[in-house]
């Protein structure tokens, strides 16, 4: 068994967190950024001193970036290895209950959680998504992991109530927000982007391939040609998984120039690895058009207006908790409905921060809850 260990009056916690780590994905990297963070500062103010060991896809990249250890995610003897030194171990955040990208991905979680629990060790799971789950089998693996953790978190109430319906106790499942509500931007960072009063507006734009055919691409571009139509502005796309919504963002901007757009200016950003980098770009942004959950989440954190566009549930869960509904979905987008949402939007831009000012406000409040949850089970 591990020894919890103590520096002068200090408790000293070794937690290991299990993720979608180390794979180039900015929405990703952003939470486990978050939750370090807030384990830090959690840990500070509860007299905790804890050292969190990320399992990662690339661990010398994640320890380069973080300044943490990390070790192979699936390597089983640095696992075990791991776990037995362990004083606990996080699972989260993001979406790692699912099957929509494949059967392995819920059987690789709850077995980390799993081998865990049968070594002694406390579990907690921290503003997790849960679901789609279409695969009935896996129910039962979701169901006894969270059963046997000490703390349990989720992002939204979708996913408190599949826990529910597959037999996880409801007063047992804290609903909080993403933990990158909380993302704080870089230290001393200019938020300004070559800002002159005759600039034109910014309009980020995050897009991922999701069909096979391209038709929602096409739409999006369709779409944003609509606005381009009615007003010149700066579209900027934000490429937040690397390399492939780098290319998915060419050719919509290949498109977009087939089309095209007026006055308007099309660019495509490259923000590099720091999830925190990537916040600044949104925070530059006028407006956000996003397809990606956490380019949306990024805009809602820096109070950037924000128009996002529906491939899976997890979005429009997003959106609700702000009182939002998506302009469309990858099966359904009106070109002329998105440029109206938009004109309007970038007329009252003001308008809408006052409107969704205090969701947003609750949000970033409520996202600290599972790490100052966490560091008290701990101390």
């Known amino acids: 068994m591990a020894q919890m260990g103590k520096t002068g009056n200090r408790q000293v916690r070794r937690i290991i967190v299990s993720g979608y780590y180390g794979f180039n994905n900015s929405g990703d990297e952003a939470v486990l950024k978050s939750i370090l963070n807030a384990l830090h500062a959690e840990g500070e103010a509860q007299g905790v001193t804890i050292n969190p060991v990320v399992l990662s896809a690339d661990p010398a990249w994640t320890t380069k970036m973080y300044g943490c250890e990390a070790v192979p ?53 921290y503003s997790q998504g849960v679901g789609p789950v279409n695969r009935g089998w896996l129910f039962a693996p979701i169901r006894r992991v969270m059963n046997k953790s000490k703390y349990i978190s989720v992002r939204d109430a979708e996913s408190a109530a599949l826990l529910g319906r597959i037999g996880v106790a409801h007063e047992r499942i804290e609903v909080v927000p993403d933990p990158v509500m909380g993302l704080p931007l870089p230290e001393g960072a ?141 099966e359904q987008l009106d070109p002329e409905q998105f440029a109206n949402r938009a004109d309007s939007l970038l007329n009252d831009l003001d308008g809408w921060r006052a409107r969704h000012g205090e969701a947003i406000d609750r949000l970033k409040r409520e996202a600290q809850r599972p790490a100052q949850q966490i560091a008290a089970l701990l101390s």
């Open 73 to 125: 995610r699936m390597s089983p003897s640095a696992l075990l290895r791991e776990i037995r030194r362990c004083d606990g171990l996080i699972s989260g955040g993001g979406s790692l209950l699912q099957d929509a990208t494949g059967w392995k991905t819920i059987p690789y979680y709850t077995g980390v959680l799993t081998l865990a629990q049968m070594l002694g060790k406390p579990t907690f799971i």
């Open 190 to 330: 200019d938020v300004s982007l070559a800002a002159a009063e005759n600039e034109l507006p910014i309009i980020g734009v995050s897009l991922r391939h999701w069909r096979k055919d391209g038709a929602d691409l096409e739409r999006a571009a369709a779409a944003l040609a609509a606005l381009a139509s009615r007003r010149a502005v700066r579209f900027r796309f934000l490429p937040f998984h690397m390399p492939d919504d780098a290319v998915t963002s060419q050719a919509v901007i290949d498109r977009l120039k087939a089309i095209g757009i007026g006055g308007s200016v099309v660019e495509l950003a490259a923000p590099g690895d720091d999830p925190q980098q990537m916040l600044l770009e949104v925070s530059r942004c006028d407006m956000m058009f996003g397809m990606r959950l956490h380019a949306l989440i990024y805009a809602a954190n820096q109070r950037v207006p924000l128009i996002g566009l529906s491939y899976d549930p997890k979005i429009d869960q997003f959106l609700n908790r702000l009182g939002l509904t998506a302009v469309g979905t990858t």
